[in-house]
DNA sequence: TAGGAAATGCAACTGAATTGCATTAGTTTT
DNA sequence: AAAACTAATGCAATTCAGTTGCATTTCCTA
């Protein structure tokens, strides 16, 4: 069976992301952790984090995929992450609104496994 | 003052986007079109389709492109495109789903300026 | 139909993401 | 505590999507 980890790369990132306030792109990252570890390292780290639920990846109006926390997922073991997503086209960040949730009416015969809901437009730190 | 020209290449991508069911990526367009013109070409006519207002771009899932006509931009002079986007994962299809409209409930202080919103998960097509 | 500007093709370039492989470092077992 | 197993990492090379510069072509209109 296949097991996993903790090195001192993976807990760095994961503590970098549960202590943002806004979702990291892997730049944002890198940017971060400096020469802690190799580039290529931190793409891997990522998937293996998303693939063990511990954050979620967000993709961005602008095509960059960011990256954050779950912070529902110890709450809730069949999370989803329908939550909303904004993205401020000012300062260039992107929040999680864990508690907006939206909803629609599909036509029949639509079968939903996942929502991706992202609002962009001007955040109210840059509204100011 | 800055025009825009009616060439064969425009005219064929924007009669593939009309006429298709689904929403296509450039490389969708590209395998379409064969050598009708150069890979470049098909970049730059789709920035100025959009600029134009005549298809609106949607960012998949997956982070693939996909350029999709804006059907009720004829009736909707200050249209917008808050409409949903279904993805498939089987048939790995985007189409507008241009009657259903999401509703949500902001905290004060954020300012909307564009919604993108996909669902994804299996199509009518694909349940049968 | 002639002139000016938009559009195209081509080649080169950029940047993000992936892959293969040798090496390093967690974890488990004895 | 040392050995052994294998996940994780670093590095270099590669792939792929998208962009840019520039010479040439094509469209439009005056």
Redesign the pocket.
């Given at each position: 069976m296949?097991?996993?980890?903790?090195?001192?790369?993976?807990s760095a990132i994961q503590l970098l992301l549960q202590q943002s306030s806004v979702a990291l792109s892997?730049?944002d990252i890198q940017n971060e952790v400096g020469k802690?570890?190799?580039?290529?390292?931190i793409?891997?780290?990522l998937?293996?984090l998303v693939e063990e639920g511990e954050i979620h990846k967000i993709i961005n109006t602008d095509g960059?995929?960011k990256y954050a926390p779950c912070n529902q997922c110890e709450s809730h073991p069949n999370h989803n992450h329908d939550h909303v997503h904004f993205s401020c086209v000012k300062c260039d960040t992107v929040t999680c609104l864990d508690n907006v949730q939206p909803s629609y009416n599909l036509p029949p015969d639509y079968k939903v496994q996942e929502v991706n809901f992202t609002l962009s437009g001007i955040c109210p730190n840059c509204i100011k």
């Open positions: 296949k097991s996993t980890r903790n090195t001192t790369a993976k892997h730049k802690l570890c190799n580039r290529v390292t793409y891997r780290i998937d293996r960059v995929i």
